[in-house]
């Protein structure tokens, strides 16, 4: 129990880094763009952040995971972090030149003719992160979480910061003084343009702040180590683009496949809109995606460091089955107080509520799909882990295609759902041959089956009931699942078993 204890510590520390900047933006930044965007607007924002997210998988291509792979076995650790970095700096440096060499051709094939400006402000984010990902993996390996969380929080409160001064303090100021000397950096016309502005401001400064970690970086690289590193990598590249097709391709090729209405004056805010919709449901099943998101930032070199203890896999499956009860926790938190959670985002956006439990329960598949992934990863069987990325991508490309152009995004919801149910099936059933884990499969059915049946009685509650009865009745579902988790606990430690 000291390892999970300590994987649990870790994840709350770097939940600092992780979860805490994204609920920032969650808390503040979602309901603050649903409120003065239009759902046009906001899709611009929801299918540009999109395409960020995809190309940053790329042009990372697989080297964070590596990074921890190879300092942990390889005797000459700067020399790792060093090789890393200089690759990571010549492919992004490259990709900024090309991003500025074929601006407008980029913004006319994806319908940002008007803005070209968007893709150069996005190209520069991009290769600053993607050159920052890894000082930013030495912080954890060095198990600097605080600075790590520190810069993290930082960079989400300066894009906030800034995001409130173009939104509202300078629109402000140039109604009640047009001729303040701060106006001149001020032009209403760039429009939701300023959003990315406010993220590139954060993104510079927080490689300045990272400039320490930076500078560690000696003239050293190693070819024969770096062939190694790119053998290991690349099945993490497809793993990695496969995962980003299944987790945003459908924000991408949505308006490219949803037929537009006759009669519509404007197909582009149309289809955008749709998006924005979308985009903004997909937000209120954050809660499971940050706790993901943490988990997997100290699980990934918590996983490769266990590996060397006797009782590992036990470890592993007990990470596993409390994974499982704590996700299926917060999926009941979020759809029993569905009417509290909706409000933030403006109810504008409140017809494509449905898809929320859809995404939810799609994202915990994904993060036992994570948990999985230690079989693979520790027995440098990354093609494979790839390989089953791509099956899932397959899947959702396929559920778009063929369902979106009837359904909208309801079917693009259900897409992930699919494809993370069937990505975790595979990796179950394949990493039994590998690397056999006894997980405890009946306590994870049974929390799994518990927590449905306390949804769906949450579902056939009466709308006549007063709030107050509606509101104890969901607070006692919670604490019968809460009751459930701890005394199927307590049944495992009395006869010593975790099944």
């Given at each position: 129990?000291?390892?999970?204890?300590?994987?649990?510590?870790?994840?709350?520390?770097?939940?600092?880094?992780?979860?805490?900047?994204?609920?920032?933006?969650?808390?503040?930044?979602?309901?603050?763009?649903?409120?003065i965007f239009e759902k046009?607007?906001?899709?611009?924002?929801?299918?540009?952040?999109?395409?960020?997210?995809?190309?940053?998988?790329?042009?990372?291509?697989?080297?964070?995971?590596?990074?921890?792979?190879?300092?942990?076995?390889?005797?000459?650790?700067?020399?790792?972090?060093?090789?890393?970095?200089?690759?990571?700096?010549?492919?992004?440096?490259?990709?900024?030149?090309?991003?500025?060499?074929?601006?407008?051709?980029?913004?006319?094939?994806?319908?940002?003719?008007?803005?070209?400006?968007?893709?150069?402000?996005?190209?520069?984010?991009?290769?600053?992160?993607?050159?920052?990902?890894?000082?930013?993996?030495?912080?954890?390996?060095?198990?600097?979480?605080?600075?790590?969380?520190?810069?993290?929080?930082?960079?989400?409160?300066?894009?906030?910061?800034?995001?409130?001064?173009?939104?509202?303090?300078?629109?402000?100021?140039?109604?009640?003084?047009?001729?303040?000397?701060?106006?001149?950096?001020?032009?209403?016309?760039?429009g939701v343009g300023y959003?990315?502005?406010?993220?590139?401001?954060?993104?510079?400064?927080?490689?300045?702040?990272?400039?320490?970690?930076?500078?560690?970086?000696?003239?050293?690289?190693?070819?024969?180590?770096?062939?190694?590193?790119?053998?290991?990598?690349?099945?993490?590249?497809?793993?990695?683009?496969?995962?980003?097709?299944?987790?945003?391709?459908?924000?991408?090729?949505?308006?490219?496949?949803?037929?537009?209405?006759?009669?519509?004056?404007?197909?582009?805010?149309?289809?955008?809109?749709?998006?924005?919709?979308?985009?903004?449901?997909?937000?209120?099943?954050?809660?499971?995606?940050?706790?993901?998101?943490?988990?997997?930032?100290?699980?990934?070199?918590?996983?490769?460091?266990?590996?060397?203890?006797?009782?590992?896999?036990?470890?592993?499956?007990?990470?596993?089955?409390?994974?499982?009860?704590?996700?299926?926790?917060?999926?009941?938190?979020?759809?029993?107080?569905?009417?509290?959670?909706?409000?933030?985002?403006?109810?504008?956006?409140?017809?494509?509520?449905?898809?929320?439990?859809?995404?939810?329960?799609?994202?915990?598949?994904?993060?036992?799909?994570?948990?999985?992934?230690?079989?693979?990863?520790?027995?440098?069987?990354?093609?494979?882990?790839?390989?089953?990325?791509?099956?899932?991508?397959?899947?959702?490309?396929?559920?778009?295609?063929?369902?979106?152009?009837?359904?909208?995004?309801?079917?693009?919801?259900?897409?992930?759902?699919?494809?993370?149910?069937?990505?975790?099936?595979?990796?179950?059933?394949?990493?039994?041959?590998?690397?056999?884990?006894?997980?405890?499969?009946?306590?994870?059915?049974?929390?799994?089956?518990?927590?449905?049946?306390?949804?769906?009685?949450?579902?056939?509650?009466?709308?006549?009931?007063?709030?107050?009865?509606k509101y104890t009745f969901?607070?006692?579902?919670?604490?019968?699942?809460?009751?459930?988790?701890?005394?199927?606990?307590?049944?495992?430690?009395?006869?010593?078993?975790?099944?």
């Open positions: 129990m000291g390892a999970i204890q300590k994987l649990a510590g870790q994840t709350l520390i770097y939940g600092m880094g992780t979860i805490a900047p994204r609920l920032l933006n969650y808390l503040l930044l979602t309901p603050f763009y649903t409120e046009n607007e906001y899709g611009v924002v929801t299918e540009l952040y999109a395409y960020v997210a995809f190309l940053l998988v790329i042009l990372t291509y697989g080297m964070e995971t590596t990074f921890f792979r190879f300092i942990e076995k390889e005797a000459k650790k700067s020399t790792v972090f060093s090789t890393i970095s200089f690759s990571l700096l010549a492919t992004s440096t490259l990709f900024l030149v090309v991003v500025f060499a074929f601006t407008q051709p980029i913004a006319d094939a994806i319908r940002y003719e008007y803005n070209p400006e968007y893709i150069q402000m996005l190209g520069i984010i991009l290769a600053l992160d993607a050159f920052m990902a890894i000082p930013f993996a030495r912080l954890r390996y060095e198990n600097k979480a605080v600075r790590f969380s520190l810069l993290k929080i930082t960079n989400i409160l300066i894009n906030i910061g800034f995001n409130l001064l173009f939104f509202v303090g300078l629109p402000i100021l140039s109604n009640t003084d047009p001729t303040h000397w701060a106006l001149q950096f001020y032009n209403p016309e760039v959003a990315f502005v406010a993220n590139l401001i954060a993104t510079a400064v927080t490689t300045i702040l990272l400039l320490p970690e930076i500078l560690k970086i000696k003239w050293e690289f190693d070819w024969t180590m770096y062939r190694s590193m790119l053998r290991y990598a690349w099945p993490l590249v497809i793993l990695g683009v496969a995962g980003m097709i299944n987790e945003v391709s459908d924000k991408l090729i949505f308006k490219f496949l949803m037929p537009v209405p006759d009669g519509i004056e404007n197909p582009d805010d149309y289809l955008l809109s749709l998006i924005g919709v979308y985009g903004a449901n997909t937000k209120l099943a954050v809660l499971m995606m940050l706790f993901i998101q943490m988990f997997k930032f100290a699980a990934e070199p918590f996983f490769f460091s266990q590996a060397k203890e006797k009782n590992s896999k036990e470890t592993y499956a007990l990470v596993m089955k409390y994974f499982v009860a704590f996700g299926l926790l917060i999926f009941l938190g979020v759809m029993l107080y569905l009417d509290v959670v909706k409000h933030f985002i403006n109810e504008r956006y409140h017809d494509g509520l449905f898809v929320v439990p859809v995404i939810l329960m799609g994202n915990l598949f994904l993060g036992i799909f994570y948990n999985l992934s230690v079989w693979y990863k520790l027995n440098d069987l990354t093609r494979y882990g790839a390989l089953i990325a791509v099956v899932g991508s397959l899947i959702t490309l396929l559920i778009n295609v063929i369902f979106v152009p009837l359904y909208g995004y309801a079917a693009a919801a259900w897409a992930h759902f699919f494809c993370y149910f069937f990505m975790m099936l595979i990796s179950y059933f394949w990493g039994r041959k590998y690397f056999p884990i006894a997980y405890p499969i009946r306590s994870i059915l049974g929390f799994f089956g518990l927590a449905l049946l306390l949804f769906y009685a949450h579902r056939e509650m009466p709308d006549s009931w007063p709030t107050l009865a969901r607070t006692l579902l919670v604490l019968v699942f809460v009751s459930g988790v701890y005394l199927s606990e307590l049944w495992s430690r009395k006869n010593k078993t975790i099944l």
